[in-house]
Nanobody, 122 residues
């Protein structure tokens, strides 16, 4: 199985930036980021194929967030710019054998990290 570890969460003021990283224990074909706030369903944020670099984004983050291959082997990063209070959530890294065409859906992913908190407030 693939183990995932997220880092980079923290607190930031509106308009600020953060970069999250997710390190996988081995190669897997698709990695993604989700976020969730208490009482709401988990939301797919972005995904990337770890070979071809094909990316998908939720409409709510297009133009602000960028998912890319990480600095380390078997890792991905999520650069978040122009953060707003609505981006406050627990952010989870997820992985699957391959990316599925369509929206980033939690049902398509079988491996999950423990999450890292992102808080945007003044």
């Amino acid at each position: 199985q693939v183990q995932l570890v997220e880092t980079g969460g923290g607190s930031v003021q509106p308009g600020g930036s953060l970069r999250l990283s997710c390190a996988a224990s081995s190669y897997i074909g698709c990695m993604a980021w989700f976020r969730q706030v208490p009482g709401k369903e988990r939301e797919g944020v972005a995904s990337i194929t770890t070979t071809g670099g094909i990316r998908r984004y939720a409409d709510s983050v297009k133009g602000r967030f960028t998912i890319s291959q990480g600095d380390a082997l078997y890792s991905v990063s999520l650069k978040m710019n122009s953060l707003q209070p609505g981006d406050t959530a627990m952010y989870y890294c997820a992985a699957a054998t391959r990316c599925v065409l369509g929206k980033v859906d939690s049902g398509d992913f079988t491996f999950w990290g423990q999450g890292t908190q992102v808080t945007v407030s003044s």
